[in-house]
């Protein structure tokens, strides 16, 4: 592990672990990442990290750069390159599949109709396996085979168990995946298949395989890799640092991110609240967290209690990836609103729907979960809280190909059925085709 020191302050990957409701502090965890005072979540939170002076922080910015030039795999990880402000993990059992180096794309029309300046996509859909998950594990992962575990496990409504599946694969070690059945789509399921995983599909959603697996790690010596696992928020807390470094550390207005278990959005405004005491940055963007109006209980107890206590839902979304009642981040997610002044929203099936539509024809394909950021944009737009001049970046966080059911079975595309083989009949469809434009 490098390590920077500073006149000001110092920069080292020693860690501990603090409770995130009563402070606590303890340096080893138990099965479940729990508090042993209050049971509630734990963040990983390093004790010497504190200002650095300004030549540390041009170092510093100017390293991570250079280290995208180099072909050391620990280089090439988006996730390890920014290896100093991560847990120290020995180098023979950081784990990589050159996760990360993710796309910022600008998002012209849609930014256009909305009135705005400047809206860029960062598309965390274009990791290994497809989602911003492969960040998480290649962090988490690499915790667990440093503490010799053999057997890694996950509650999940795809991704992250496509991602655990390959990372784990990787790392030669076994997964064990539990499902919503019939909740998770065709693409993630065999992603998880293929690399290996033991998938067991459950007779519940997903809070309700998180529940049972939380009581199977208590029988079973199996590392947890859901987004409770704090060095999970750890991996994915790099995507703060790669959009800086990408926006050349110009601070964005405004971050947008879907909310299912919300790991995420406490990742990202981690990552962020790091940079900013580290003075990296000299202010937050607003993160706002955007939910499925059918699984929104993030956005219910912010209207509901100010966000003092989780209301929970029974959730029900075409967006199966965020279709999650009793998000266990809830409390981190709260706290990252708060500090930044973002704002918490929810939108229907039919403006998913319309804003994954507005995504594709630019371009950009995403999974209908990451499509929230657009239709929450448009009504935080029309709220007056994102302004005309703002700068904003919508996360999206899975890849198109992961749910093709929802646009081969949406109807919003034009698709004539099996035609002849026959030129005149192919140009006279195109005719008709056309003339609908
Ligand atoms: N977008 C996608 C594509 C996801 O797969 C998820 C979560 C989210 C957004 C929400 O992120 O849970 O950190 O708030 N998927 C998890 C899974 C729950 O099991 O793959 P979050």
Request: proline content about 5%.
């Amino acid at each position: 592990m490098t390590r920077t020191h500073s006149s000001s302050g110092t920069l080292s990957g020693h860690h501990v672990l603090r409770c995130v409701h009563c402070g606590a502090v303890q340096r080893e965890a138990d099965p479940l990442f729990q508090c042993p005072a209050c049971h509630e979540l734990l963040e990983v939170v390093y004790p010497e990290l504190g200002p650095l002076d300004a030549a540390d922080v041009l170092r510093l910015k100017q390293s991570w750069r250079a280290r995208r030039l180099s072909n050391a795999a620990e280089d090439l990880s988006g996730v390890w390159r920014f290896r100093e402000l991560l847990p120290q993990v020995e180098p023979r059992h950081r784990i990589t599949l050159r996760e990360g180096n993710t796309p910022l794309w600008p998002l012209r029309q849609a930014a256009r109709r909305l009135g705005l300046e400047q809206v860029w996509v960062k598309h965390q859909g274009m990791n290994p396996t497809g989602s911003f998950k492969d960040t998480g594990m290649a962090a988490a992962l690499s915790v667990a085979r440093s503490e010799g575990f053999d057997w890694v496990c996950c509650a999940s409504t795809g991704n992250t168990s496509a991602s655990m599946a390959a990372y784990a694969a990787q790392a030669g070690m076994k997964s064990i995946v539990l499902l919503p059945a019939g909740y998770v789509t065709a693409g993630k399921l065999a992603q998880a298949l293929e690399f290996g995983a033991n998938v067991l599909q459950l007779r519940t959603d997903f809070d309700g395989c998180l529940r049972l697996l939380n009581e199977v790690v208590t029988k079973f010596r199996a590392y947890l890799l859901n987004s409770i696992n704090p060095y999970r928020l750890e991996g994915q807390k790099t995507v703060a640092f790669e959009l800086l470094d990408q926006l050349d550390w110009i601070v964005p207005d405004h971050v947008i991110v879907p909310g299912g278990n919300l790991g995420n959005s406490s990742a990202l405004g981690k990552g962020l609240m790091e940079m900013l005491e580290l003075g990296l940055i000299g202010r937050l963007p607003k993160i706002s967290i955007i939910q499925a109006a059918g699984a929104n209980p993030l956005v219910r107890t912010m209207r509901e209690n100010g966000g003092s206590r989780l209301i929970t839902v029974t959730p029900e979304t075409r967006a199966t990836a965020i279709r999650i009642g009793n998000p266990a981040s809830w409390r981190k997610a709260v706290n990252v609103l708060r500090r930044t002044g973002g704002a918490c929203e929810d939108v229907t099936e039919e403006e998913i729907a319309a804003a994954k539509a507005e995504l594709g024809a630019e371009g950009i394909g995403c999974e209908p979960a990451s499509a929230t950021t657009l239709a929450g944009l448009k009504k935080l737009v029309r709220a007056g809280f994102v302004k005309t001049t703002d700068t904003v970046v919508l996360i999206l966080t899975g890849n198109m190909l992961k749910d093709v059911d929802f646009i081969l079975k949406g109807g919003g595309n034009q698709f004539p059925g099996p035609l002849e083989a026959d030129a005149e009949i192919v140009i006279k469809t195109l005719e008709k085709l056309y003339a609908g434009h």
